[in-house]
């Protein structure tokens, strides 16, 4: 019996080497599939170039945007416009999260007004935004903001807490003053939580980049795909919706190595399981 | 030099009802003395801890650590958790650092030497999730003595380890109480840890908590669980002990 099972163990292993395709790999073979069948039906005329561009047209489009320095100049506004209506909203949010997260006293005052506005679509807010602030740089940044508001908020109010009191028995005993129970104890434990709505935030930044550059703008990638449809140049289209996935993306996981590098001893705890 | 426990009365308000846990619990424990504390479950063994460490204020009497009165946790009273509570994020150096800088010469130099005491050279970088419970624990013990308490409480330390674990660690805390001289009171449910341990056994009744019986152990360290000596201790506080359970029967409480 257990010479059996030593005999088949090589045998499985090798069985199961032949068939580890990576993950990657293995995810990219549905996109190719769909890209392949779609320049056979692009080449063969089938659909016309306006409804459906070709993946080779797309590409030489996209690769003229970028060597015209349009691409750049576009990307470069959007860009402008996440960044500064992310840090806006969440450098408000971490602030008042982290006073609500202290204090029950402020909590009582301002955390029922935020739960309210959290459940205002930020969509539903555009048009008010329009009014008050206009079609320029303001009300876009300042709706950018407003959606990245929230989930930072909530995350940190969470994460203060969800300190261990426990943890917190452990301070008192050890006598640590308020500044090193806040940075030696409050503040690593509710970084998590924090990253997180970090995370979610830059999301929805993103998102609402879209919705504020599709509602009238003279610049960004959303104008770039709002000028490219009026003229039917849907190859243009398709490169701005690729720029739009890919740098989401890439923020992501950007903060995905930032999460890693901070909460080390998590990632460490995660890899022994 | 002494740690002088008085405590008139210790109750819990349980919904409607005051619950009487602790009652005229009296013990002093001279100076370098290593009191351990036995009961059975709920008779107030970790209530009597918190009160000498200043973590419960809310009782009758009074509590003195070299005739100053304890009125509130600090690193005078070191504690130990029956979980090893150390901080996630910090590696084990850091763990015994906490709120002190390890770029602090002076905290370096006595963590490196804590560290090897109890026995965790090569772990220094380590973090909680990485070391075995026994040496969390040993981290935690660490992390206390590092201050210089005047009296080591411990509550339960070794009750989630394995036995020889908790042999080992036995070990290594009166190798630590024998170099640095330092007062010790610890509570357990393992009549073996108790005798083992300590220069004095304390048996606990229940309901409410009340000292039944001081025993001295009057054998020289280490102890050899084997020797007849050890034997006639045990048998000494294990009367002692199935007293208290009779009693408990008797007031029918039951297990
Ligand atoms: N915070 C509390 N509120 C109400 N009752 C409590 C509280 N803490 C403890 N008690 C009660 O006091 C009694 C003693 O509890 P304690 O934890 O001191 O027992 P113990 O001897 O440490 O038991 P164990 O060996 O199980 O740890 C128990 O009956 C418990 O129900
Ligand atoms: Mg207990």
Redesign the interface.
């Given at each position: 019996m257990v010479r059996a099972q030593a005999m088949n163990q090589p045998v499985a292993r090798e069985k199961k080497a032949r068939k580890s395709i990576p993950i990657w790999v293995k995810g990219l073979v549905l996109p190719l599939f769909i890209i392949v069948i779609w320049q056979i039906v692009s080449s063969s005329g089938v659909v016309s170039a306006t409804v459906l561009p070709s993946p080779l047209q797309i590409i030489i489009t996209f690769y003229n945007l970028i060597v015209s320095g349009v691409l750049f100049s576009h990307l470069q506004i959007s860009i402008y416009r996440a960044v500064v209506g992310f840090l806006l909203g969440a450098s408000i949010a971490l602030v008042l999260g982290f006073v609500v997260g202290f204090s029950k006293h402020s909590e009582s005052y301002i955390d029922p007004t935020m739960q309210m506005l959290r459940t205002i679509p930020s969509l539903a807010v555009t048009p008010l935004f329009i009014l008050w602030f206009g079609f320029d740089e303001l009300s876009k940044i300042l709706l950018i903001a407003f959606a990245s508001f929230f989930p930072v908020y909530v995350n940190t109010y969470n994460g203060i807490r969800s300190v261990d009191s426990?943890?917190f028995?452990?301070?008192?005993?050890?006598?640590?003053?308020k500044w090193?129970q806040l940075t030696?104890?409050i503040l690593?434990?509710a970084?998590s939580h924090i990253l997180v709505g970090i995370r979610l935030s830059i999301g929805i930044a993103w998102l609402s980049l879209v919705v504020a550059e599709l509602m009238g703008s003279s610049a960004g990638i959303g104008y770039m795909i709002m000028d490219a449809r009026q003229f039917s140049q849907t190859d243009k289209v398709f490169v701005g919706i690729i720029i739009f996935g890919v740098v989401g993306k890439l923020t992501d996981s950007l903060v995905r190595i930032l999460e890693k590098k901070l909460?080390?001893?998590?990632t460490?705890?995660e890899g022994?399981e | 030099m002494s740690v002088q426990i008085q405590i008139d009365e210790k109750s819990f308000q349980i919904e409607q009802e005051r619950k009487r846990v602790l009652d005229e619990v009296k013990l002093t424990v001279k100076k370098g003395d290593f009191l351990t504390i036995i009961g059975p479950s709920g008779c107030g063994k970790s209530t009597l801890l918190k009160i000498v460490?200043g973590?419960d204020t809310e009782y009758q009497g009074a509590v003195h650590v070299n005739d100053r009165q304890v009125v509130k946790?600090?690193?005078a009273?070191?504690?130990i958790?029956q979980?090893h509570?150390l901080?996630?994020?910090?590696t084990v150096e850091q763990n015994i650092a906490?709120?002190l800088s390890l770029k602090d010469q002076d905290v370096r130099q006595k963590v490196d030497e804590m560290i090897e005491i109890v026995r965790l050279k090569g772990y220094e970088k380590a973090?909680?999730?990485?070391i075995s419970g026994g040496m969390s624990q040993r981290v935690a013990i660490a992390?206390a003595l590092i201050?210089d308490p005047e009296v080591l409480l411990l509550d339960e330390p070794f009750g989630a380890l394995d036995a020889f674990t908790r042999q080992h660690l036995q070990d290594v805390l009166i190798d630590i109480w024998q170099r640095k001289n330092i007062t010790m009171i610890l509570v357990t449910h393992d009549i073996d840890e108790a005798i083992y341990l300590g220069t004095d056994v304390a048996i606990l009744r229940a309901n409410p908590g009340h000292i039944q019986k001081l025993v001295h152990v009057g054998l020289s360290y280490p102890r050899a669980k084997t020797s007849p000596s050890y034997q006639q201790v045990r048998q000494q506080v294990l009367q002692e002990f199935e007293k208290t359970e009779s009693q408990r029967y008797i007031d029918g409480e039951g297990i």
């Open positions: 426990k943890l028995e452990v301070a008192q005993v050890l006598e640590f003053s090193k030696r104890l690593p434990s970084l909460l080390k001893w998590r460490n705890f022994v | 460490a973590l946790p600090g690193i009273q070191g504690f958790f979980e509570r901080f996630p994020w910090m906490a709120d973090y909680p999730s990485e992390r201050r």
